[in-house]
């Protein structure tokens, strides 16, 4: 009988240690991962919900946790993930410019590092370590197709031009300071106009960390309704959301002004359809959380890390997959 009990405690200890290792009895790879704030549409409506079912569809075991928008409370839960023994890590940064903190602990515990969404800005941060990835976008190329979508429409519509200077008067919601998506669409979207010969002049532009629907509200209630309302002649978004509060705005002012975000959430294609907003460009979050879960198994492992896949790492230093973003117009929306 003791043999017995002996047997059943052994038992019971060693699943005990088996799930607190973050291994599976079946053998499936455990993911440990992180949005860095929920409250973010885009990441939790376009990416989260493809991380979790494709990690399944692909059997593996996949928890995600909410970072808040707060970098200390990441570098918390990495060192939890790291205690529970996870077999590797996919990380979305709060702040890009720490991400030397985050491949600082997973190179010092030995596991795989795929950090998404966000690039790590520091200089030498990749290089680090042999075992980190990145996967997202480049960040150039949605400012570059919003640029491109909004010079042609402008070309097209002279009575975008209310004054009549040959100059295109806007004001832009940035989104969050210092992320790479937000400075980067900030400069290329109006490198564009200049490109095509086409003066501009900034009235307006307001940072939001949390790239968030509310915000974009208020600040063009607020534009709308300041000392140079009426010389507004374009409202350019970095992002859906901010795009959907500004539209609110102006719908309750009664105005409408040519106005174009990025990403290419659900409710933006219905804005186009409803002739509300103009141009959006596809920031495709599912097939970044589908080329991170693929990478993060593989390396997981210990495979080539695009082996049966895809993606293609880019071949400039950057250990990076990108996915392409696409034009999304009143033409091509239903494609979408």
Known sequence: MKKVVLLALVAVLAVSVSFANG?????????????????????????????????????????????????????????VFITKGVDVLAINLVDPAAASTIIGKAKAAGIPLVLFNKEATEAGA??????????????????????????????????????????????????????????????????AFKDAGIGVE??????????????????????????????????????????????????????RLPIYSVDALDQALTHIADGELDGTVLNDGANQAKATIDLAINAAMGKDVTAGTGWTLQTDGSKAVRVPYVAVTPENYQDF
């Open 23 to 79: 291994q599976q009895d079946d053998g499936k790879v455990v993911i440990g991962a992180n949005i860095y704030n929920f409250a973010d549409n885009f990441m939790n409506a376009a990416m989260k919900p493809v991380l979790e079912s494709y990690a399944v569809e692909k059997g593996a075991e996949i928890q995600v946790v909410d970072s808040e928008n707060q970098q200390a409370k990441l570098n918390d839960q990495v060192d």
């Open 126 to 191: 990749m290089a680090s370590y042999d075992k980190v990835w990145y996967v997202g976008t480049d960040s150039a190329e949605s400012g570059m197709i919003q640029g491109q979508m909004m010079v042609a429409d402008w070309k097209s519509n002279p009575d975008w031009d209310k004054n009549g200077d040959g100059k295109v008067q806007y004001v832009m919601l940035k989104g969050e300071p210092g992320h790479p998506d937000a400075e980067a669409r900030t400069k290329y979207s109006v490198e």
């Open 202 to 255: 900034q009235l307006a532009l307001e940072a939001d960390p949390n790239w968030s629907t509310q915000h974009g509200n208020d600040k063009m209630a607020a534009w709308l309704t300041s000392s140079f309302a009426d010389k507004i002649e374009l409202v350019i978004c970095n992002n859906d959301a901010m795009g959907f509060g500004a539209i609110n705005a102006m719908k309750a002012a009664g105005v």
